[in-house]
């Protein structure tokens, strides 16, 4: 980057005295944390406080006929037994809509189901109690009389014209649909030397993340204000949308985020159970909290990731590839998830197919249907795996048909690094990638030419071994023209409050939130940087609504670039009202002046003039002293949005390295790779923590993550015992490079980390079993790659 007036020329904005961008420093909350201080909304008590337990239905589509709670309010220790019908006077129905996905449709949903149920798990009625215990206790004596009617399960046939409509006022199953066409499609798969298709299966899966969804709501009649306490990743939406729909001003909501274990888009979501919750605090008049168990979590929490998606890809004999082009169809549960919407996965699959490619030929069709299970949305890297699974897995097959090295067809076909800015078929504008600088140093780490030799010696012996390659691209960074044009109250910008206190030391209140990423460490990072100061000296906010500057929150891989540089300017504007406050105390120039280890000093000789606790003492206690006319102002905020493109996309490669038991079809992984570039690197352990943490998120779907419905709609697997994740057994050593393309966009350069392992984890699995199983002629494009599934494409029983 370019020098900046507050820097000698030749040195970038980010070259401070004692810089802490780019170290590896450790995090402020470890030891609170570590130390089991944490504070979730679980460990949370308030006077009067009630607890709800809802009453699920058991059908996956049912009418309700009638609720018998008489038995269940006579119990000692029941506040109340409450029906969808009766929370409906209170809160308002939500339509998961937005306007630039042109034809996407949602019935209204509730709070609590009022006339049917329409997915296993729904809550049908809300049993409040003085324990969670008694309220358990007493939702079993609740009786409801359901009408079970005929569930819509195969995504296949929801658009059938036999097969029921489940919501009849909207006219079918059909919920969103996309196409695109660029450049000549047809001519370029005529022309082609070969042509390969396949069809690709995606198994739906959850988040599971540590701490399940929790909720505590406070409406004081006497303020007239709600104060929710929530695991949540955006508290503004949040505030905007429990004022929107329970009649209030936003002024009059709350919403504050303390400790969260773990989102990965799972709490960036309006849940019915915690609008219910809201809704019943202040129908009660008294504090309610809910916090979901792991069966409920199971069958509530946004399931993720349940694609069928045809690809074709054409391929000249010199390994060119002409054309792709996808059909993808996906199932959504019975509802668009509001307010973010379960059509955005499959739109960002349309977007991101082929994207690392030259090639400009490409069709797609995106289909979104409706059924009676529970509701898809959002979860890390937002339709990331889907398209990039497709993408590799057909570029491996061209390589198959023409016989060429999986290397070699990508490097031939990746955008090269001195196109940018260039933009993609699907209308995506890259600022600036590096491909093929990601891809040679990936090669270079795994040794890439002495394992192919390697492979071939084990496979003399019987033991097979696989590589796999995927490329892929991240969108990061998302500005307002993501969602700010969509009609929902969703923030692209963030904010950031900086104030001196009277010792010298810095108080920092950001829009972004903490899930465990991190986002405190790379704030005190930035801004202890930008204003100088130890990094020890800075206390970070989070989190609160009455307490930080509107913001968006922390998802789509956004809080170091666009929190990050608010912090950034709000930390420059800062140190320069803290320089023109010592200015004028020791009659200098500011222009003169820097601050370093919290001292004002001589700029170049670092000389130490006066330190910040001794000119703040001063301003804030002495005013009187300094020149009429001058007030020191020590309280700086600044918002920050991207405006030159709607993304900052970050690009990188992984690859897998396993083996296959074609005796047991067990996979083993031995090693995985990523070569990842996110811009500019603030704390290089905390993104290595991500992608791998990443990288395991997208191994899990990909080997054993799955949640198997039956024909009736009912989950079968929804328990801990059942569902499988991944364990530190499981994994293999994550080995992770970076090249860096800081976005010129902020001064800072950062873009985003958080979802780029789980992009491409996955494809690179499946071509690396593909890869070990190609002596046998096996193709397999399904995903979990159980071993019931590879013995069974073995023919092995």
């Known amino acids: 980057m370019s020098g900046s007036a507050d820097t000698p020329s030749g040195l970038s904005a980010l070259d401070r005295p004692n810089s802490y961008i780019g170290r590896a420093v450790p995090r402020p909350n470890l030891t609170r944390l570590m130390q089991g201080r944490g504070q979730y909304v679980s460990d949370m008590t308030l006077p009067r406080m009630g607890h709800v337990v809802y009453v699920r239905s058991p059908y996956a589509h049912a009418r309700i006929l009638g609720i018998d709670s008489t038995d269940a309010k006579a119990m000692p220790g029941v506040i109340a037994v409450v029906t969808g019908a009766e929370l409906a006077q209170v809160c308002t129905p939500w339509v998961g809509v937005l306007s630039h996905l042109k034809g996407l449709k949602s019935a209204p949903q509730y709070p609590i189901a009022v006339d049917r149920a329409c997915w296993q798990g729904e809550a049908v009625a809300a049993v409040i109690a003085t324990s969670r215990a008694i309220a358990e206790d007493a939702a079993e004596q609740v009786i409801v009389d359901y009408e079970e009617l005929e569930?819509?399960?195969?995504?296949?046939?929801?658009?059938?014209?036999?097969?029921?409509?489940?919501?009849?006022?909207?006219?079918?199953?059909l919920a969103f649909e996309r196409k695109l066409d660029a450049g000549e499609v047809d001519r370029a798969f005529a022309e082609a030397d070969a042509v390969v298709d396949a069809e690709f299966v995606f198994g739906r899966h959850t988040g599971v993340t540590l701490e399940s969804r929790s909720v505590l709501a406070d409406w004081n009649a006497g303020e007239g204000r709600l104060t929710v306490y929530q695991g949540t990743q955006a508290p503004h939406m949040m505030q905007n949308i429990f004022a929107k729909h329970l009649s209030l001003e936003e002024a009059q909501v709350r919403v504050v985020c303390k400790d969260v274990g773990g989102s990965f888009g799972i709490k960036v979501h309006v849940y019915a159970d915690e609008m219910a919750t809201a809704a019943l605090s202040k129908l009660l008049r008294r504090p309610v909290k809910f916090v979901a168990d792991r069966i409920e979590s199971f069958a509530t929490d946004i399931h993720a990731r349940d694609h069928r998606c045809y690809g074709k890809i054409g391929v000249m004999k010199d390994g060119t590839i002409t054309a792709f082009e996808i059909d993808d169809l996906t199932g959504i549960g019975p509802y668009s998830m509001y307010p973010r919407t379960s059509a955005i996965e499959a739109n960002q699959v349309v977007n991101l197919v082929g994207?690392?490619?030259?090639?400009?030929?490409?069709?797609?069709?995106?289909?979104?249907?409706?059924?009676?299970?529970?509701?898809?949305?959002q979860y890390r890297a937002v339709g990331h795996p889907i398209a990039c699974s497709v993408t590799e897995g057909l570029v491996d097959l061209a390589a198959r048909a023409i016989g060429m090295d999986p290397a070699e067809i990508r490097r031939r076909n990746l955008i090269q690094d001195d196109a940018y800015p260039c933009g993609s078929p699907s209308g995506l504008k890259f600022e600036a990638l590096s491909h093929h600088a990601a891809l040679n140093k990936l090669l270079a780490m795994m040794n890439y030419d002495a394992?192919?030799?390697?492979?071939?010696?084990?496979?003399?012996?019987?033991?097979?071994r696989g590589i796999g390659l995927a490329s892929f691209i991240e969108v990061t960074n998302p500005s307002a023209a993501f969602y700010g044009v969509g009609g929902a109250r969703i923030s692209s910008?963030?904010?950031?409050?900086?104030?001196?206190?009277a010792t010298g030391s810095v108080t920092c209140q950001t829009s972004?939130?903490?899930?465990?990423?991190?986002?405190?460490?790379?704030?005190?990072?930035?801004?202890?940087?930008?204003?100088?100061?130890p990094m020890e000296r800075v206390r970070v906010i989070l989190g609160d609504t009455d307490n930080t500057p509107y913001g968006g929150g922390t998802w789509a891989s956004r809080a170091a670039g666009i929190g990050g540089e608010a912090a950034w300017q709000a930390g420059k504007a800062l140190?320069?009202?803290?320089?023109?406050?010592?200015?004028?105390?020791?009659?200098?120039?500011?222009?003169?002046?820097?601050?370093?280890?919290?001292?004002?000093?001589?700029?170049?000789?670092?000389?130490?003039?006066?330190?910040?606790?001794?000119?703040?003492?001063?301003?804030?206690?002495?005013?009187?002293?300094?020149?009429?006319?001058?007030?020191?102002e020590l309280m700086a905020t600044r918002h920050f949005v991207p405006r030159q493109y709607p993304f900052a996309f970050t690009n990188g490669v992984q690859a897998s390295w396993l083996e296959v038991d074609i005796e047991t079809g067990f996979v083993t992984l031995l090693k995985h790779w990523v070569v990842e570039d996110c811009g500019t690197i603030i704390n290089p352990q905390l993104v290595d923590e991500q992608i791998r943490g990443g990288v395991v998120q997208g191994l899990g779907p990909a080997l054993y993550e799955h949640c198997r419905y039956d024909e009736s709609g009912q989950l079968t697997n929804g328990n801990m015992a059942d569902y499988l994740v991944p364990m530190a057994a499981e994994m293999p050593d994550i080995e992770v490079g970076h090249v860096v393309s800081p976005t010129l966009e902020t001064e800072l350069g950062a873009k985003g980390a958080g979802e780029a392992g789980t992009a491409g984890a996955a494809a690179a699995v499946a071509n690396a079993v593909n890869?070990?199983?190609?002596?046998?002629?096996v193709l397999i494009t399904e995903i979990p790659l159980t071993p019931e599934l590879i013995l069974k494409e073995l023919k092995r029983f």
Do not use: W
């Open 151 to 173: 569930p819509v399960t195969d995504m296949r046939t929801a658009l059938d014209p036999e097969t029921p409509v489940i919501h009849p006022d909207l006219g079918d199953n």
């Open 355 to 377: 994207g690392p490619y030259t090639a400009q030929n490409y069709r797609a069709r995106a289909r979104v249907v409706f059924q009676n299970k529970n509701v898809t949305c």
């Open 451 to 464: 394992l192919r030799v390697e492979q071939a010696e084990l496979r003399q012996r019987g033991i097979y």
């Open 512 to 533: 972004i939130t903490e899930q465990g990423q991190g986002s405190e460490a790379i704030t005190a990072q930035v801004v202890a940087t930008a204003i100088g100061v």
């Open 493 to 501: 910008q963030d904010g950031v409050t900086v104030r001196l206190d």
């Open 771 to 777: 890869d070990a199983l190609s002596p046998f002629d």
């Open 575 to 632: 140190r320069n009202n803290i320089l023109a406050a010592a200015a004028t105390i020791l009659q200098a120039d500011p222009a003169t002046l820097d601050v370093v280890d919290g001292v004002v000093v001589d700029k170049g000789t670092t000389r130490q003039r006066i330190g910040l606790d001794e000119m703040a003492r001063i301003t804030y206690f002495r005013p009187d002293t300094l020149p009429p006319g001058f007030q020191a």
